[in-house]
């Protein structure tokens, strides 16, 4: 890299750190790393000189689309304009070409490892508050999204099996590793909806060398299993689950260690996926603890659930320990509802695999850079990362955006002012905490209806127009 080239790529990227408050003496400025994303470019085959798209410029502008109501590439290239004639630059073309050919020129290695290393660096480095009895504890679940009906894209990811050609959608399924902590996405696989080797439990064993030895994992029942409790258990990794279904509990079985608590041994089973060699290698029982959980809720049917975990430590790890965590879950959902509703990824919008891919890590990285700024704000005002309103923080940032983009990059005290300012509107935005709340699945207002597409699109405009050429 030419000496103008790497004073370009230190100014751009100083501007992509300052959008995201990554500069300055504020707390967590150091996720978004200048050596991470300078090390992954050297790969990349771009060249940097006299080019508008290069690619910190193609990922800045990337990270804008997927933020953004509009997700459209010509909103994109319009906001790259704008900058370029805020900061007296020469406008750019206002055609989409050159910024989709950027986009996949880019490895999608640039992509995942900034994505990756973001939410890592984040979860790192989380106040010891916001931990669980002093333990970093993990969430996983999956998901699925939609894409594009092109050729290569349900060549790759097929539509439901049960839909006919040409009805529906190509479909992937991903999976998520989330931060308990500070809700950051530390890792996520994608796959098929449907296939050997692509259901969750396949794409979570591909994936779970991101945990170290005294991580907890906090899974739904799907993950239950003998052997993937008993391989995280081989790495120092402890788990926190609901029964499986095709198990039964019997409390009059084991150790007991209270009412509907005990400490069971389940024996080995037959590992389908697992060849005969690893099998033999797994010991012959794994121990357990079981725990009985009541649901009671006003107004609703009285619940029970029981919970399976590695904690066998009923003093250190009481009952209601284990169940106060299990009900943490929950959060799980609401950081995969935030991905898919509020930032729009439930409908992908590229039309090739591997920009899906892209575009899937372009979120999950804008996600964990929203999630740095909830950090900060709670950092700043002594709160905690989950009790800050996601939105409210994505629109505070826009509100902020044309701000902090045209504040003077050597004006540090102004920064600092537009920036403590930001923090203190994203900590005011606090999610209200409110246990037993529940509405009718009912709304008033009435939305108009259309029949419902039952053939392929492409048949269909030929009949339309066979029946207007008969009129």
């Not at 100014?11 to 750190?17: E, G, V």
């Not at 692509?198 to 064993?205: D, I, K, M």
């Not at 709670?378 to 509100?399: C, W």
Request: contains cysteine.
């Amino acid at each position: 890299m030419s000496h103008f080239s790497r004073g370009r790529f230190q100014h751009q990227f100083r501007f992509l750190r300052r959008q995201f408050l990554q500069d300055g003496d504020l707390p967590l400025s150091n996720v978004l790393s200048e050596d991470l994303v300078s090390e992954v470019l050297k790969e990349t085959e771009c060249s940097w000189v006299n080019k508008i798209y290069c690619p910190i410029v193609t990922l800045w502008v990337f990270l804008g689309q997927v933020l953004s109501s509009d997700h459209s590439c010509r909103g994109a290239v319009g906001r790259l304009i704008a900058h370029r004639l805020s900061q007296g630059q020469s406008p750019c073309s206002a055609k989409t070409g050159a910024y989709c050919r950027a986009r996949k020129r880019l490895p999608e290695k640039i992509f995942s490892e900034v994505a990756r290393s973001t939410g890592q660096d984040l979860d790192a480095n989380a106040r010891e508050g916001w931990l669980w009895k002093d333990r970093p504890v993990y969430i996983f679940d999956g998901t699925t999204v939609v894409m594009p009906d092109t050729q290569e894209n349900q060549k790759a990811y097929p539509q439901v099996g049960r839909q006919k050609p040409g009805l529906g959608f190509p479909m992937a399924r991903i999976v998520a590793i989330f931060s308990l902590s500070c809700g950051a996405v530390v890792d996520l696989a994608v796959g098929r909806y449907a296939g050997k080797a692509q259901g969750e439990s396949s794409l979570f064993r591909t994936i779970w060398d991101v945990f170290r030895p005294g991580d907890i994992v906090l899974t739904d029942a799907l993950l239950c299993t003998w052997a993937e409790i008993q391989l995280l258990k081989q790495r120092g990794v402890d788990f926190v689950g609901q029964l499986h279904v095709n198990r039964k509990a019997d409390f009059r079985r084991g150790k007991r260690l209270g009412k509907k608590d005990h400490i069971v041994r389940w024996p080995k089973p037959f590992v389908r996926w697992m060849d005969k060699e690893s099998r033999k290698a797994l010991p012959d029982f794994l121990e357990v603890r079981e725990c009985c959980i009541s649901i009671q809720q006003p107004g609703f049917r009285s619940k029970t659930i029981v919970v399976v975990t590695t904690l066998l430590d009923a003093v250190e790890y009481t009952k209601d320990d284990i169940a106060e965590l299990y009900f943490q879950r929950w959060n799980v959902e609401l950081d995969l509802r935030c991905l898919k509703t509020v930032m729009q990824m439930d409908m992908l919008r590229c039309k090739t695999p591997e920009l899906v891919r892209k575009e899937i890590w372009t979120h999950i990285l804008a996600y964990n850079l929203i999630r740095t700024i909830m950090a900060q704000a709670a950092t700043k005002h002594d709160a905690h990362p989950r009790s800050i309103s996601f939105k409210g923080t994505i629109q505070s940032l826009e509100a902020f955006q044309q701000l902090i983009a045209f504040s003077c990059e050597h004006d540090d005290a102004r920064r600092k002012h537009i920036y403590e300012n930001l923090l203190k509107a994203v900590a005011s935005h606090r999610v209200a905490n409110r246990p037993g709340r529940f509405e009718p699945r009912q709304i008033k207002r009435r939305h108009g209806s259309y029949d419902w597409l039952v053939k392929p699109r492409r048949q269909a405009k030929l009949e339309l127009l066979q029946g207007l050429k008969t009129k």
